[in-house]
């Protein structure tokens, strides 16, 4: 896909503004330290997960953050769509949902067996958008989290 181009350390500069725009947007509370602590392993190769910049390499309007884990229940290595952010003034374009079937159809080719993320319960535009996408609620299942 070519509205998809895997994040180096070079990117790091695109990267930084669009992290503190999405976690500003989300209310994360985090700042430039944490962004870069965050994301600079995943640029240096992390095993754990990559980040994609989304539109033109030189100008990109986004990125997708993927990690990576392992599922017994689905049969092997599985991802989570930890963040994806379109810079407000392009969204409503599509970029958002080609850049996550390009990514769904990129990881299944490698191997990975679910693609799974996290929506706010009461976002029904978010939710629409990843249902668009294929992405289906487990009803009897939530996805809990403790902060270590």
């Known amino acids: ?25 989300m209310g994360f509370g985090t700042d430039a330290e944490h962004h870069r602590a965050a994301i600079q392993p995943l640029l240096d190769g992390s095993p754990h997960g990559a980040i994609w910049l989304i539109g033109p390499r030189r100008a990109p309007v986004g990125y997708i953050a993927i990690t990576f884990g392992w599922s017994v229940e ?27 079937h390009g990514i769904a159809m990129a990881l ?11 929506v706010d319960r009461e976002d029904d ?11 289906k609620a487990r ?10």
């Open 1 to 25: 896909m070519k509205s998809l181009h895997l994040a180096t350390v070079e990117d790091l500069p695109k990267l930084l503004p669009m992290v503190a725009g999405f976690h500003g947007e």
């Open 74 to 100: 689905f049969g092997g290595l599985d991802a989570i769509v930890d963040e994806i952010y379109i810079r407000p003034a392009v969204r409503g374009r599509g970029m958002g949902g080609e850049a996550v």
């Open 108 to 118: 299944k080719d490698a191997g990975v067996r679910a693609l799974h993320l996290e």
């Open 125 to 135: 535009k978010t939710q629409t958008f990843y249902a668009r996408n294929k992405f």
């Open 139 to 148: 009803d009897s299942y939530i996805f809990m989290s403790r902060v270590l």
